[in-house]
């Protein structure tokens, strides 16, 4: 990659230090039910209400697996243009926790259903593409409540065998910035795909973030710190920018860095230790004897990949080749596929004689604005893609102008009224008669003679001043352009 | 009728089925002697007297085309039973009732049996004498101070003594089969993944299989034919085409290849359980079997490679008894504390010591050292009996090493409690059925049993093969009722 | 190789189980035991053999994704030595 301006270095003293980052993203697969059990999956049920026997780990209770859960898996697989393996193996990972009821957790250690694949992001300064080390599936854990009691902890295990699929990524990430990227891009090609709906806020998506430092220009990797389970964007930026320096401190000082795993503590901003639970890690791996060999054959493959929609690289470039649409312009109407797909309905509304650059200004302007406004999804929209369709066909063929666009898609958001209407009933319908608008004019000019001779002599500035006047006098529903040639006539 | 409780499971069945006995006459039976038998600790939790409802109730309307028509059965205390405490002989399940019905039972209970209590076991099904057992050591009907085996050693006396017509037990290492042998038995261990798992407390899932334990082959047979259904609730469950293995049980075994594996006669074999192997090749003979020798060449690493395995899952499935969802909780300052001191206090000594193993040998260093290797290795014994199996239909073997022994006798030294499953324990691990039939007696006048293991999902072979060696051994079993006061 | 007292220690730890010292000796002596006849193992060359991680020749049969399981938290709960109806309750967890 060629040095750019956002490269994310530190710097101390003469030297200069840059930052490794790899990430075990968890991304809850989006199904029905759990992974080896049949309790919903639902988010903010009531506590302990979506468990079963076989989640709560009663004696003889016994994993079957979710069909659509390898499905998801497998797509998902498809999307990071990863290898699907079709022999996979699920393993026992054991330890002790109050909200692992089975005392291990069922996951994948040395076949997982996906290896290798990658991912594009699209950075200011071009194209990265970052690796994909596999991707497998796992069993979520239940939630431990501290706060509830000062002497005891509460345990809720509505999420206990929630389907996860942990994605590892290559230690290819090398910034803030790349890793905000990396997830924004793999949060959309997985709801493309509808198997994650990476809703960051119910933990649908969280990761553990793997930060090493080594001197710019080094090959090697430095010790490595695992931060847990962070859960926003912001925070996975904070805390690589707090452990990155915190390791840089550690090295200048001439001390060692310890491998460890970290936690976040977003008061604090500050990752911190969990040494306490370190000694005992011996994960004991194990294949599960309650499963067998997951196999999948060509044909299932074959079938999922059918089910593959156009994914947003491809959308892109699409977009880019179709409609002239900048790189710029493509990658922020792609990231989002109801985004994509609102964009691509208006097209379709507007009909023949279309004017693209003129919807895509309208959806990522006066859309966008609105919706972040009023914090909604562009699938909650108030306008419909039919009639922001009709609104912008207005301005192009000049029944509207784009002032007056602006009042009618005020009115519009009432009820996604239809802008035709609107213009009909408030008579909002440019002024393009040029016997009407001459009529206008001439009585503008006569009612200031003196500025019109004035523009006569030489200033020109006054030719605004007629313009305005004119639009005044039309209550702004006059064609701009006519009342340019008729003024630059009369005058 | 007098002598219910002698009568096997087919003749009450038979019974029942032409009204010359009802549900109730045959349950009271089994319960009145249940009742003069507590010596024998056969019991962990009995249910008589709903047993008894549920006999009057099946005689109101008896459904005469089930199976096990109004059959009372106790059976082993690792079967999960809906309202009824469940506690796999552990102190750390003491006080659990599940609200949930094992595939195995339910499948009996579907055929019109009864239960009447839930027997006693090896705390987890872990011990070969059912010594570790939190709720006490079980007597052998055969002679009092003797061990029934185990881990289904409250199986095996309810049979013998037979306070049950007949009974299930599991079996991880031989622990149908051993304790069948100890009282002079028939005790079935059928292909891995034909009987449902789901229910069953678990021990080593990759060895656990459900299974028949009766006072006859045929009995034997008819209850194989309940219990094993495909269940779609086991993922280790499988699909194949079972036989109604009592309608097809014969006794004409003409022309099938018998093999006897040189590498059985061990060092330090008791010459009666050679001699007696030798009449039960000679047995097999009469009936018109021919004999073949063959060759197990990893037999002596079985022992080995079982006590790897079956600790590795056992203490990975032990990890859910830690005093949070259910069961025992000791008191502790801080979770750590309550787990440890929950698990010390709930877990007897060999489950410590087996979980402790299987600690070890998964941890990280050693793993490749044990488990991995014992995978291995046990890939080799799989291979040892798919390769005899080229050669002949079943295998025939001694059961045991020895007789029943006393009581408290191996009791401190887990290595030799360990070697009496050396017979067993290579069919677990190889997944295949094997049954243990009594076939004479030892110079003390206590039973000791033969062993045929069949192909994978050949359980009608080896029913056939044993219920015409029944019949040419003709074996009495000596029980003299001797704690009945 | 012998197990000592320290890896009893570590391995107690491992598996939740506590351990004082006499209990750690007579493990000890028992766990050497059954180590010096599983080490029987190492008589054989086993490089290239591949492990055998399932008994049952078959694969796994997939389940359809639907919701049978429905809200049961009574007798999840009903079992469990602490509970306060709504949740499973545990000593506190000291970080
Ligand atoms: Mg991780
Ligand atoms: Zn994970």
New interface residues.
């Given amino acids: 990659m060629s040095k750019n301006k956002s490269e994310y270095l530190i710097s101390r003293k003469d030297n200069q230090y840059e930052v490794v980052i790899g990430l075990e993203v968890h991304a809850q697969v989006t199904s029905k039910s759990k992974l080896f059990s049949s309790s919903a999956t639902k988010f903010g049920a009531e506590p302990n209400t979506q468990v079963s026997l076989v989640d709560a780990a009663f004696p003889g209770m016994l994993p079957v697996i979710n069909e659509f859960c390898v499905k998801q898996a497998i797509k998902t697989g498809i999307g990071l243009k990863a290898k699907i393996n079709k022999r996979s193996v699920f393993d026992r990972k054991n330890y002790f926790y109050a909200d692992l009821p089975q005392g291990y957790q069922i996951s994948q250690f040395k076949n997982p259903i996906v290896g290798e694949g990658k991912v594009i992001l699209d950075m200011p300064e071009g194209q990265k593409e970052v690796g994909i080390e596999r991707l497998h599936l796992e069993q979520d854990a239940g939630k431990s409540i501290h706060d509830l009691d000062p002497e005891n902890t509460f345990v809720d295990l509505n999420r206990s065998g929630v389907a996860l699929m942990e994605i590892v990524s290559k230690p290819d990430l090398r910034s803030p910035e790349e890793v905000s990227a990396y997830i924004k891009k793999l949060r959309s090609i997985m709801r493309y795909l509808g198997t994650c709906d990476g809703n960051m806020q119910e933990g649908s998506l969280r990761a553990d973030v793997n930060v090493s430092v080594r001197s710019k220009g080094s090959k090697d990797l430095g010790t490595r710190c695992e931060i847990k389970n962070v859960n926003s964007i912001k925070f996975m930026q904070m805390a690589i920018d707090y452990e990155a320096n915190r390791q840089v401190d550690l090295i200048e000082e001439g001390k060692p860095i310890d491998q460890e795993t970290r936690l976040f503590d977003t008061k604090k901003n500050e990752t911190r230790s969990m040494r306490s639970k370190e000694d005992a890690h011996d994960y004991r791996y194990f294949p599960d004897p309650d499963l067998l060999p997951l196999e999948v054959n060509d044909e299932f493959i074959e079938k999922l990949k059918t089910d593959i929609p156009e994914l947003p690289d491809d959308k892109k470039k699409r977009f880019i080749d179709k409609f002239k649409l900048s790189s710029y312009e493509a990658t922020i109407l792609v990231s989002d596929i109801e985004t994509a797909k609102y964009f691509e309905e208006v097209i379709v509304k507007m009909g023949k004689n279309k004017d693209i650059k003129l919807a895509v200004n309208w959806i990522t302007g006066e859309l966008f604005a609105i919706l972040n406004s009023k914090n909604l999804e562009i699938s909650q929209s108030p306008i419909s893609a039919k009639n922001l369709a009709i609104l912008i066909n207005l301005i192009k063929n000049g029944t509207i102008s784009g002032k007056i666009a602006k009042t009618v898609f005020e009115l519009m958001m009432d009820g996604d009224k239809d802008p035709q209407k609107i213009v009909e009933e408030k008579g909002l319908k440019q002024q393009s008669d040029p016997k009407a608008l001459e009529t206008l004019i001439d009585k503008i000019i006569n009612d200031n003679r003196e500025k019109a001779i004035e523009y006569k002599q030489g200033k020109e500035k006054l030719f605004g001043f007629f313009v305005g006047q004119a639009m005044k006098a039309s209550g702004g529903k006059a064609n701009p352009q006519l009342i340019n040639e008729i003024l630059k006539k009369k005058l | 009728m007098s002598d219910i409780t002698k009568q096997s499971l087919s003749s009450l069945v038979k019974n029942i089925k032409d009204r010359k006995l009802s549900s109730v006459e045959i349950t009271k039976a089994f319960i009145d002697r249940s009742e003069k038998s507590n010596e024998l600790n056969a019991y962990i939790t009995e249910d008589y007297s709903s047993a008894l409802d549920k006999a009057k109730k099946f005689d109101q309307k008896p459904n005469l085309d089930l199976k096990l028509p109004g059959i009372p059965m106790a059976v082993k205390d690792l079967f999960c039973t809906k309202n009824i405490r469940t506690t796999a002989g552990s102190k750390i399940l003491g006080n659990f009732i599940p609200t949930y019905e094992s595939t195995v039972t339910q499948n009996i209970w579907n055929e019109g049996a009864i239960l009447l209590g839930k027997l006693n076991c090896d705390e987890f099904a872990m011990g070969s004498s059912n010594e570790t057992s939190y709720f006490g050591n079980v007597q052998n009907p055969i002679n009092k101070n003797l061990v029934p085996g185990g881990s289904s050693g409250g199986s095996a006396s309810a049979v013998a003594g037979q306070l049950t017509p007949i009974t299930i037990g599991t079996d991880t290492g031989g622990s149908i089969r051993q304790p069948a042998s100890f009282t002079g038995t028939v005790g079935l261990k059928p292909t891995y993944g034909s009987c449902s798992r789901y229910g069953i407390v678990a021990f080593a899932s990759s060895l656990d299989q459900a299974g028949p334990m009766a006072q006859n082959v045929e009995d034997c047979a008819l209850l194989q034919e309940v219990i094993s259904t495909y269940d779609p609730k086991d993922s280790t469950s499988i699909d194949f085409k079972r036989n109604e293995y009592s309608k097809e049980l014969t006794n004409n075994i003409k022309g099938k290849k018998i093999g006897i594996p040189k590498e059985y006669r061990v060092d330090g074999m008791p010459q009666e359980i050679d001699e007696l192997w030798q009449k039960g090749i000679q047995y097999a003979k009469d009936c018109g079997a021919e004999i073949v020798n063959i060759s197990l060449p990893h037999t002596s690493y079985a022992l080995p490679t079982y006590y790897i395995v079956a600790p590795a899952e056992a203490s990975s499935n032990l990890a859910r008894y830690d005093g949070v969802k259910y069961g025992f909780r000791a008191r502790g300052d801080d979770l750590i504390e309550m787990y440890e001191k929950t698990r010390s206090e709930g877990f007897g000594a060999e489950v410590q010591r087996r979980i402790m193993i299987g600690t070890y040998v998964l941890s990280s260093g050693y793993y490749d050292a044990y488990y991995l290797k014992a995978q291995k290795v046990r890939k080799l014994i799989k291979n040892d009996f798919d390769e005899a199996y080229k050669k002949v239909d079943a295998i025939l073997t001694p059961s045991t090493p020895s007789s029943a022994f006393k009581i408290g006798e191996k009791k401190d030294d887990p290595v030799s409690m360990y070697l009496n499953d050396i017979f067993t324990v290579p069919v677990n691990l190889a997944g295949l059925p094997g049954i243990s039939i009594p076939a004479g007696h030892d110079d003390k006048g206590y039973p000791l049993g033969l062993q045929i293991i069949g192909k994978a999902f050949d359980e009608q072979n080896i029913l056939n093969i044993a219920y015409s060696m029944e019949e040419k051994i003709a074996f009495k079993n000596n029980i003299s009722d001797w704690w009945i006061k | 190789m012998s197990?000592d007292l320290k890896?009893?220690k570590?391995?107690?730890?491992?598996?939740?189980?506590?351990?004082d010292e006499p209990k750690a000796k007579k493990?000890a002596g028992?766990?050497n035991?059954?180590f010096k006849?599983?080490?029987?193992?190492n008589?054989?060359q086993?490089d290239n053999?591949?492990?055998?991680?399932?008994?049952?020749e078959?694969?796994?049969?997939?389940?359809?994704?639907?919701?049978?399981?429905k809200?049961?938290?009574e007798?999840?709960?009903?079992?469990?030595?602490?509970d306060?109806e709504?949740?499973?309750?545990?000593?506190?967890?000291?970080?």
Avoid at chain 3, 75 to 82: A, C, L, T, Y
Avoid at chain 3, 87 to 95: D, M, N, R, T
């Fill in positions: 197990i890896t009893i570590h391995i107690s730890k491992l598996s939740r189980i506590s351990v493990l028992d766990l035991s059954i006849f599983i080490e029987k193992l008589e054989l086993t053999i591949e492990p055998l991680t399932s008994i049952a078959t694969t796994l049969k997939l389940r359809s994704d639907e919701i049978k399981s809200n049961i938290r007798q999840v709960i009903k079992n469990s030595p602490q306060n709504d949740y499973f309750v545990v000593p506190k967890v000291i970080e």
